[in-house]
């Protein structure tokens, strides 16, 4: 039996992949709505019935993301019947489109990560400076 889930899990990955690149290609060859022109696909994530796939996307700044998820939801149907064509699979999954808000995440953390490091740093300046009992690096000292 763990074999069988291994084996479902590595293809529910392979699907993953294939819908990725399939639909990355549909979107730039084929799809002529303006609105979804600088999609940029991430990945994708199949259930494990390979029933449903979540198409994660990153958009650039100055795109509206309103607009764009609108028009690739309305495109999501032509993606569909493309992978059907493309894809060796008895049922293609149904698609949805997700904007991927992780690397703003990531960004975000970064950024307050490097605040609260200059902020103990300027603490640690300021600290010296009084003579708060800690003994301060030696400036000269290499």
């Known amino acids: 039996m763990m074999g069988a889930l291994t084996m479902e899990y590595k293809r529910t990955e392979r699907v993953g992949d294939q819908i990725k690149m ?4 549909i979107l730039i060859k084929k799809a ?4 979804i022109a600088m999609v940029t ?10 029933s449903h796939a979540k198409v994660y996307i990153s958009l650039p700044p100055t795109v509206n993301e309103k607009a764009a998820l609108t028009g690739l ?7 569909r019947s493309e992978l059907s ?3 060796p699979l008895k049922r293609v999954p149904d698609i949805s489109f997700l904007v991927d808000e992780s690397g703003e995440r990531v960004s975000r953390l970064l950024s307050l990560l490097e605040q609260v490091s200059e902020e103990q740093k300027n603490q640690g300046e300021e600290d010296c400076r009084v003579g708060a009992g800690s003994p301060c690096p030696d400036e000269d000292a290499v």
């Open 22 to 25: 399939e639909v990355a290609d």
């Open 32 to 35: 002529k709505d303006p609105r």
């Open 85 to 87: 064509r493309r894809l």
């Open 73 to 79: 939801k309305n495109a999501s149907g032509f993606v």
């Open 41 to 50: 696909i991430l990945s994708v994530d199949v259930s494990p019935d390979l």
